[in-house]
């Protein structure tokens, strides 16, 4: 069982940054997967990033990619989203995710992932 807990949203300007973190409970948190989905008011939830257990393969919605970056620190169980270049289209809630699997084409799947937290409200401002 793995709990997730994010935090680090808030309200920021368009072309402002912010960095979630997601930490987690349990001793196997470095076994698993990490993701970051988005939800939109009214919109699916989408897919955001993923990256592998080691840190070392790591996988981008097209509409995220060189604005934001995943990484993890396995010592802290804890899984970041350095978001850079903000856009107002960013607006949402941000979900952080586990699963065991390999990263890969597939990884924006929501039913890979097992362990779901609550979600941080990440707001931009035009």
């Known amino acids: 069982q793995v709990q997730l807990v994010e935090s680090g949203g808030g309200l920021v300007q368009a072309g402002g940054s912010l960095r979630l973190s997601c930490a987690a409970s349990?001793?196997?948190?470095?076994?698993?997967?990490m993701g970051w989905f988005r939800q939109a008011p009214g919109k699916e939830r989408d897919f955001v990033a993923a990256?592998?257990?080691?840190?070392?393969?790591?996988y981008y919605a097209d509409s995220v990619k060189g604005r934001f970056t995943i990484s993890r620190d396995n010592a802290k169980n804890t899984v970041y989203l350095q978001m850079n270049s903000l856009k107002p289209e960013d607006t949402a809630v941000y979900y952080c995710?586990?699963?065991?699997?390999?990263?890969?084409?597939?990884?924006?799947?929501?039913?890979?992932?097992?362990?779901w937290g609550q979600g941080t409200q990440v707001t931009v401002s035009s």
């Open positions: 990256i592998s257990w080691s840190g070392g393969s790591t």
């Open positions: 995710a586990a699963g065991s699997f390999l990263v890969d084409g597939s990884s924006w799947q929501r039913r890979r992932y097992d362990y």
């Open positions: 349990g001793r196997t948190f470095s076994t698993y997967a």
